[in-house]
């Protein structure tokens, strides 16, 4: 996991994922690049150590959705982090947060506000898939 944390903050990238020896880095912001692989490739995600920067609750069920074995993140929210351990993820982080905020600082990120009070994977999947298509069009 060193190695992912070093290349993600030396490389300046958002998401860096590891799935046996093949490392994939990523430098789109929010759940995008999650998001893509999830639905492209899951295969990859599966049993991966992901190192990301800011992790919410739409992130981790994303991860656990992927079936991701470890995650460090510089920042992660309280409900990601619980979501996370629910399912058997191991997590490292450097700062826990009460809840993501938005770019402008204004209030929740709209994927967190999203996935807040939702209880399934599934249904945040599908509130995220929902959103990146409203951004989409």
Known sequence: MTELITLSHEGG????VRNGEDVRT???RGVADLFELLTTK???LHGSSIADKVIGKGAAALMVKG???SVYADVISMPALDL???ADVDVRYSEVVSHIINRAGTGLCPVEQRCLLLAEVDDMVAAIREFIAAMQS
């Open 13 to 16: 990238f958002s998401c860096v």
């Open 26 to 28: 990523f430098s789109k």
């Open 42 to 44: 899951p295969d990859f």
């Open 67 to 69: 079936e991701v074995q």
């Open 84 to 86: 996370l351990r629910s």
